[in-house]
């Protein structure tokens, strides 16, 4: 390769990272979560769970959305979901939390939306 073909090779591409600065984080739990704060939060929920204040705690819970029976599609063929970060229950309830650092996005939209379609479901956030 000479160096005229070596200056006109395209740059080299970054590696992908949290445009928010949020690193994986590996909890107590041995669980990878999306960012230190969130890890934090799974430990706080593990020894509540140990201690008897929740019960069924669960990573990642996903909720597709579905109007009058019918799935809703997005234009990339795939159907609208809420992914949340942690669902468990507490006083007899079902809770659904995340983590947030900031809110940001359509995630305000997709809260409401599941708020409106489980209102049986306790959904929270949570912030650092």
Known sequence: MSLADFVSLPPAKKAAGNKYGAK???????HIHDSASEAARCYELTMLERAGAICGLEQQPEFRFAVAGRPVMLENG???????DFAYIEGGRKVVEDRKGMIVRDFPLRWALARALWPEI????TKK
């Open 24 to 30: 994986k984080t590996r909890c107590a739990a041995g």
């Open 78 to 84: 795939q159907q609208a979901r809420l992914r949340a």
């Open 122 to 125: 306790d959904f929270r956030v």
